[in-house]
């Protein structure tokens, strides 16, 4: 089980990423003054579905209560994208809002329920997907409850909701999960190097790709390796990837292999890049 820590002050957070909440959660909650610690996990933090075009599927969600005291919860749908800071976070929506949103394909109960201390209670939903509908759809199902209440600088009670969330990955009809590539660039000198691409999603579901580089001679002798940062990326959008390494290599000519993994098959790429006599990188050509 996986526990979130998202909090909202009477309606104020919007389109923040995960990691922003948390902190914020975490302030809010210490300078409560009538805050009670209800807490509450979930079984599935991620629901990822293949579902063909015009099926549906049916599935159950566990909400347990970790605390002594009772929880009113609230449960609604959002949507979700990656965030432009390319690290993973996620941004919320209203549902059906953003291009990919599959909000209007689900339905759950119930909507309201109290949950007793140390209780559990089970949300049931149904994801019915409409014909002719490909590739990746995306939302989220939140679990919303009153977590306490403090005061503003005018004295005014704000009350904070914390709220857990399950993913939802929809994958519709035929799925093609396929990245290419692009913009490779090799810079520095004097054992002072740094590689950069681009990755691009050409598929039509989402790709979170991981990914690690080595250098090595006509002879397979590795002088450099490393690791990429990771990217996520729905279809059509592409990622930044970087990486460095300090190492001393002589002039001449080296195979660079560039490997990242997309989950279902690696995305691998070669280069010849050619160091010059002090250090410095003269050519990057990217083998077809």
Known sequence: MRRYCLAKKNGFLGHLSVGLLCALSIVLLSAATDAYAVTVNIDKPKIRAQIASGSSESGSITIINTTEDRANIKVYLEDWKYSPTQDGAKDFAPPGTTPLSCAQWISFYPAEFTLPAYGSQQVFYSIKVPPGAEGGHYAILFFETVMGTTKNEQGVDIVIKGRIGSLFYIEAGAVKRKAALSDLAVTGRQGEYRIDAVLKNIGNVDITAKGAFNIIDNKGMVFARGQFNDVYTF???????????????????????????????????????????????????PKE
């Not at 002589?250 to 098959?265: E, F, Q, R, S, V």
């Not at 691998?268 to 006599?277: K, L, M, P, R, V």
């Open 235 to 285: 279809a059509g959008e592409q990622a930044k990837i970087s990486s460095t390494f300090s190492k001393s290599i002589p002039a001449g000519n080296y195979d660079l292999i560039i490997t990242l993994d997309l989950g279902d098959m690696p995305l691998i790429q070669e280069a010849q890049i050619t160091f010059g006599s002090y250090g410095e990188v003269t050519n990057v050509t």
